[in-house]
């Protein structure tokens, strides 16, 4: 029996009870028909049906009939044929957006997905699990972002690549992604400095527990708050929180965000024929970023904005690199991975030996190497010098070259020579000193007497 035929057959049973009522006196028209549901003057109609027909009277008209709004039976082969052809695996609720914004679909989405599940397409979707309580969001934007990577079949035909999105907790705004071969510290400082640059720094920065964000002794343990990495190094040096997660539920708003990425971005990028990294994230900034946002992000709580000014691009990009210290060595050249770095001729010394150095590794894999706040020199990923480094003009040489071999002939000609400690001062000649003479030199060892066994020998 459908669930058409119970309710008629309810309808009827209560026509009559309240018709009973009716003829007892017990009701009135207006308050049947208000038990009913319906009018005074339909409840007279359904009387009067009723004495001419019986139940049947009673019977919903428009059983049985073709609905005047009823989609043609071609048009509903030809959604199905859509998406079996081009859309196949593609959610019901992104094929819908899809066919809504390019072919100009004016179906509903509860429709479509009836009409997909007929036809085998699509199944229907499990019973939900217990509900876990989400956690409420900051009520400004910049209060907290979140910074996480996703390793997936991202292009068609190319390795697994990790996605790097750093997104908004309190408007699930999606700042910045890119997809990377490995995620890491380079990544993360690229993702930071796209958001820092555009929108300013936040309060605090929630990630996961990854080497690369926290030091853990132990897996499962707290992290290591004394042994910053690179990542807490930077975040602290610009006053920013770093917050971890200790389970993927915390992580809960990002995770469902890059279940959503997975759902739709792969697909949304084979049907755009991309296969290429650069072109990849040139397609995501320009294109799908904007689109995302505009469909899942939320206006925050408040309208104030926690983003502080940030500091100039050059102080961003040195503050968000790998840092680590150097000596350096005889030949004049600083070892970085491999790498042999030769640091090139400087007004502030004439070779730089045994001296601690600090060298920065950017985003991009380009290096510099600094003394205190001056750089010495810029190189490109393979170590060549990648241009003249910015020191300042006005600054003097230190003394000269203390070994062999690392003096240049043209230093050495260009630099004056030094008058020793114990020579006039200049303009003053060498007069002779009134009341002065120059006494003999005296012995600076005393003459001891020779033993007695010496003179008798």
């Known amino acids: 029996m459908s669930r058409t035929t119970v309710l008629q057959d309810r309808r009827m049973e209560k026509f009559e009870d309240v018709l009973r009522r009716w003829e007892r006196r017990d009701l009135s028209g207006a308050e049947a028909g208000e038990l009913l549901g319906c009018s005074e003057r339909q409840f007279r109609r359904w009387r009067r049906r009723h004495e001419e027909d019986g139940l049947a009277g009673l019977a919903d008209r428009r059983l049985g009939k073709a609905s005047a709004r009823r989609v043609p039976v071609d048009q509903i082969a030809w959604v199905v044929e859509e998406y079996r052809t081009h859309y196949r695996g593609w959610n019901v609720k992104h094929f819908h957006e899809h066919m809504q914004d390019r072919k100009k679909f004016g179906w509903s989405y509860s429709w479509t997905k009836k009409k997909l599940q007929e036809a085998g397409l699509v199944e229907r979707a499990r019973r939900r699990g217990a509900h876990r309580r989400k956690r409420e969001r900051k009520p400004c934007e910049g209060m907290m972002l979140h910074q996480d990577g996703s390793r997936a079949v991202w292009l068609a035909g190319q390795p697994p690549l990790d996605l790097i999105v750093t997104m908004d907790d309190a408007t699930s705004t999606t700042y910045s992604a890119f997809l990377v071969e490995e995620e890491g510290t380079a990544s993360t400082f690229r993702g930071l400095l796209e958001v820092f640059e555009s929108k300013g720094l936040p309060s605090s920065l929630y990630t996961d527990r990854g080497s690369h964000y926290f030091v853990t002794v132990k897996a499962g343990d707290a992290v290591d708050r004394a042994r910053p990495t690179q990542v807490g190094l930077a975040l602290r040096q610009l006053g920013i929180t770093h917050i971890a997660a200790y389970s993927p539920q915390a992580r809960g708003r990002s995770e469902r965000m890059f279940g959503t990425l997975q759902d739709r971005l792969i697909k949304e990028l084979a049907q755009a024929g991309i296969s290429d990294i650069e072109l990849a994230n040139q397609w995501l900034r320009q294109v799908y970023l904007p689109a995302h946002n505009h469909r899942f992000a939320r206006p925050p ?157």
Not at 361 to 390: E, I, K, M
Not at 405 to 431: E, F, K, M, Q, Y
Not at 438 to 456: C, E, F, I, V, Y
Request: hydrophobic share 35%; glycine share 6%; charged share 25%.
């Open 301 to 457: 709580a408040l309208p104030d904005s926690a983003f502080a000014a940030p500091p100039d691009r050059a102080t961003l990009i040195e503050t968000l690199c790998v840092q680590d210290d150097r000596i350096v060595e005889r030949d004049n050249t600083v070892s970085w991975r491999k790498i042999k770095l030769q640091l090139p001729d400087s007004p502030l010394r004439h070779h730089w030996v045994r001296a601690q150095v600090r060298v920065h590794q950017y985003p991009d894999a380009t290096l510099a190497v600094f003394h205190g706040p001056h750089c010495l020199a810029r190189y490109d990923a393979l170590g060549r010098p990648a241009g003249r480094p910015p020191t300042g003009s006005s600054l003097t040489p230190c003394s000269p070259p203390s070994r062999r071999g690392l003096a240049d002939s043209a230093i050495a000609a260009s630099t004056p020579h030094r008058p020793s400690l114990t020579a006039p001062a200049r303009g003053v000649s060498n007069r002779p000193r009134v009341g002065m003479k120059k006494g003999l030199p005296s012995r600076t060892k005393k003459l001891t007497k020779r033993p007695p066994h010496s003179a008798a020998a």
